[in-house]
């Protein structure tokens, strides 16, 4: 490794292409006729082989939904590049035991607590002129995003950057001639500011897009910089659509027409526009839906509980109507070219989830069972298929979201899925009944919709309950059999964060502070600690149950060793469990043939752990 | 790292000591009064880190029993010392990964068929010249060990070699001053020429000590070096212990008198010595001993059924006589004060092993039942404790050998430990039924002594028999299950080998030759083509016994790759089976409180297992 540094590729004489080429994950080439002469480097390498020019640090890419670390200005003429330098972070070692001949992967990895890699910005013109960006690092050391976006002129930059505690986002402007940047808004939160993706944008006529929580509601802005910052006699920008409705993501900015995806019922994500004409669904049925839009035309991706697979709709501008500011009459239901589906159609039966609203908390929740079973013949074991983690929802109103859910169900399970405290769309505050505990609110809301389910149907079998998950699924299941022996009878943990001190920063942090500030935070929420609680214990005293516990080894995500420590510690208290180590395999769901056999084995132990 | 010098030490003005100083895990410090001044280098380094003086390689250690890499002139002005070049060895990696900042250690590990280690010699002297050996190094590659004996005057050393495939073995007498050698003696085998502890040594009247092949025993050899060489008209020396008692060790050469171990029934290990009265056994009772003698004096440890620990005798030399030649009528039974054992006592009733002769080929095997149980009172399932691969026996006249079996009969197994094929003890062609093949002899000798015990004892349950086992015992029982699922119901397996590509060098090709050569037969023996063997069958057709496989990460002699790829096989046939990786463990047993609770998870499980 030398370094890595961004390099721009000509199209032709005189013509810059508005691609990155080089090495970096992000950047493509500058392809076409005539390409690929006139490559130039325009920022880096700068000998230290742990900085890099225009690529996403593993923060960005892995928990800010930042991909890229470079961004072109409208006219072409300079680009707004970050630069990474990993020196700072602690270097781990990824290795592959399975075959010991192979060098281990050297990453930076930035655990809780630790340091993160410091980023920074560079204004990059196609002379070889390099101008830092300056705002102040130390308060605000993330580099959320950044926009250069602007039609007919070619503004400033934006800058989204946000404290290490995630209480504090502005948003900049940064001159693209000197460097220098000036505050465009402040939000702040007591526990943490939501990044949106999508924001900031600017629309053709200069407002700036952006989002606030105000009645316990994501609301889009879509405003001026004088709007924005609050600057004017009125005060601050009044949000655009209405309290209720959850705006989740901003997938185009349109001419004047924002497309986003906003939620009011938290199974539902419906696609909307706001435009010149106000806020308007585009989405016509109960659904999942996303899309996208460019010069008046829109492709909507649906997906619903009567469907499989996804259906796609390409949706023309308005004959006659302005291209880019409709978001007009001509889009409704009926109307547009439909993008035929070729998914491969499952070979088991269509899953039938039957929607819930559980407990107290109307706990949205999915249950399943076998098709080939009659209501009231006779109970069934209980198999819990949460994710349970902040925001990733499992309960949706799309069938094929179901699908591993419901082969478990052939296999003889009632399987309920239920999205506890936390998840995504339901409004700011139910997203921050987490803070500083994602154990037990998230466990608890596990077993209340659990017995809620039971109390509706008598088909439950409480006395055969089993748990399993992926990610902090894996973690939450092997909580749940370890601090909840009476509610859950088995568990299978695949790839789980035993130990929060072993992740990484920008999520762990938000929920659960600093390590050294908040430890009771972290035991709390920690598998391991759990499991040294029992080893203090006399071990007949212990109610075993069945834990299987399944990572993959070349995991640079959620390390091996939360499996392997919580393994050691179980093993310190005499505590049966079974591991499966998947050599080469990472975060990822692995190959076809694995995943097969792994949801064979997961349902083998499951169905001997349960009787 | 820089290599590694051989270092001495001056215990006083112009007196050195024997011992080396330095690095290096077999040297000693020159301590006692005025010690420590004057060291010098003798010898390396020599700027390659690769490169060692003075040390035994990984080979010489762990499979050809030297541990140490110099040896002192008997006039103490030159030392014979190793020169280890392990640059030509492939590296391994082995990592920590429950402890991902940690730096992986880098190994370098000769497996089967791949390059060792280059290991010559060197005569060092005191004043920094260095004199190469020279001998025919690629025919003979394998140093296995050096004798620089000799009383009154100061001898050549002696040195022994091997050729790869093990099958010629030299005694070449080195020129102190030239470091020319010359052929003293060499033996040849169709299989392999044996290693023995020991040999060879030189008696105070300057014979030399070694032992042959005669009669289906290995037998001691006391002669001239033109006796030993064969170039008297009367032929080689004639062996002088008698036909059907194996020698085993050669303990220490005391003046003229040789003490060493010997069998003549495999499952006791006696105490003789060789002297100027001909061969007598000092050893008075059935049992396991061993033992050390200088000066006349002789120190007995022994090991029988009737105890739990050892028995410590001091034999001093017969008052009168003259210590060095006798081993005389002072040593027996009665004599010499016994040094007390302050072994901890077990808190399980003491084992009762049934020592038994199994089948047609006699297999010697200690088959333990719980002490509650009464004979005849009803069935007990069998768990089956082998070790079974080469030398290593497990069933000895010693009580102590039982103690794990015993807690394990406690829990509610009868307890058969059988050694078959290929074990110590038995004589040569014993030793080499195992050539070519340690699956299906091993493993057929398991399950012939099985049936033959149960023939026997009525209260053994055919119907649930597991097998556990360490190392090779733990290939074994991984083997046991997967090619006999019709005898074996369940499997633990620690440590296992499971291919043996994957394992060294010296031990692998003494079996089984070198992989390229005979791939057959490292197939036939590998767990893992037995595992893709399944991955071919139908699912429905293939008899799943539970397998739990235990493999301690630091394990740098059977590495967890062996673990790590027999479980990625089992999981693509779809084969359920348990891992219990254990962190931070190398191949030994680990610390007390995991080696507990291993004993008890291994329990909880093969309870479950077998119903």
């Known amino acids: ?206 407002r700036i897009v952006w989002t606030v929580t105000a009645d316990d509601t994501r609301r889009l802005l879509a405003a001026t910089a004088a709007e924005l910052s609050g600057e004017l006699p009125g005060g601050r920008a009044e949000p655009v659509t209405p309290p209720g409705l959850q705006v989740r993501e901003i997938l185009d900015v349109d001419g004047d027409t924002v497309l986003f995806t906003a939620s009011d019922e938290p199974t539902q994500i419906g696609l909307w526009t706001y435009g010149p004409d106000g806020v308007r669904q585009v989405s016509d049925r109960p659904g999942v839906f996303g899309g996208r839009r460019a010069g008046g035309t829109t492709v909507i991706t649906g997906r619903t509980l009567d469907e499989d697979g996804a259906t796609v709709r390409v949706l023309r501008a308005t004959p006659g109507g302005a291209g880019r500011e409709s978001a007009g009459p001509g889009i409704g239901p009926t109307a547009g070219a439909r993008i035929a589906c070729y998914d491969e159609k499952p070979e088991l039966p269509a899953p039938r989830p039957v929607m819930l609203s559980l407990g107290p908390r109307q706990i949205r929740a999915a249950l399943l069972f076998p098709s080939w079973h009659e209501p009231g013949s006779g109970p069934l074991p209980v198999l819990l298929d949460p994710y349970g983690g902040p925001h990733a929802q499992r309960v949706l109103a799309a069938r094929g979201a179901y699908l591993a859910s419901q082969w478990f169900a052939e296999q003889g399970f009632a399987v309920l899925i239920a999205d506890g405290r936390g998840m995504a769309g339901r409004g700011p505050a139910w997203d921050r009944a987490i803070a500083g505990n994602f154990a037990d609110p998230v466990l608890e809301d596990q077993v209340d919709a659990l017995h809620a389910a039971a109390e509706q149907f008598s088909d439950l079998d409480l006395s055969r309950v089993a748990i399993r998950g992926w990610s902090f699924g894996g973690y939450l299941a092997a909580l749940a059999v370890l601090r909840r022996p009476d509610v859950f009878h088995a568990a299978v943990a695949g790839a789980p964060v035993t130990e929060w001190r072993l992740y990484d920063t920008h999520y762990t942090e938000r929920y659960l502070g600093l390590p050294a500030e908040n430890p009771e935070a972290y035991d709390n929420c920690s598998v391991i600690v759990e499991a040294e609680r029992l080893q203090r214990a006399d071990r007949d005293k212990i109610t075993f149950r069945p834990l299987m516990i399944i990572h993959g080894l070349a995991d640079d995500n959620v390390v091996a060793a939360h499996t392997l420590r919580l393994s050691s510690a179980l093993l310190a208290a005499g505590y049966p469990h079974t591991v499966l180590p998947l050599s080469g395999v990472t975060h990822m769901t692995p190959q076809e043939v694995v995943a097969e056999n792994l949801l064979l084995l997961q349902v083998d132990y499951l169905r001997d752990a349960l009787g």
Chains 1, 2 share one sequence.
């Open 1 to 206: 490794m030398s370094g890595r540094a961004l390099r721009v590729a000509s199209l032709g004489a005189g013509s810059e292409t508005r691609n990155g080429t080089g090495s970096g994950t992000q950047s493509g080439t500058g392809s076409g006729s005539g390409a690929g002469t006139g490559d130039r480097v325009v920022a880096g390498p700068d000998g230290n082989p742990a900085v890099t020019y225009g690529l996403a640090e593993f923060i960005a890419a892995e928990e800010m939904g930042r991909t890229r670390g470079y961004w072109w200005a409208p006219d072409g003429t300079a680009l707004l590049v970050a630069r990474v330098d990993e020196t700072p972070v602690t270097r781990w070692y990824i290795a592959d035991p399975a075959n010991p001949e192979r060098s281990p992967a050297e990453v930076a990895y930035p655990a809780a607590g630790t340091a993160n890699a410091d980023v920074s910005l560079v204004l990059a013109g196609l002379d070889g002129g390099l101008t830092p960006v300056e705002w102040d690092r130390d308060a605000f050391p993330y580099l959320v995003t950044a926009c250069w976006d602007g039609e007919g002129g070619s503004p400033d930059p934006l800058i989204v950057v946000q404290s290490r505690d995630q209480r504090r986002m502005q948003i900049l402007v940064a001159d693209r001639g000197t460097g220098e940047t000036s505050l465009l808004r402040e939000d702040t939160d007591p526990h943490w500011v939501d990044i949106v993706p999508g924001v900031p944008a600017r629309t053709a006529s200069g």
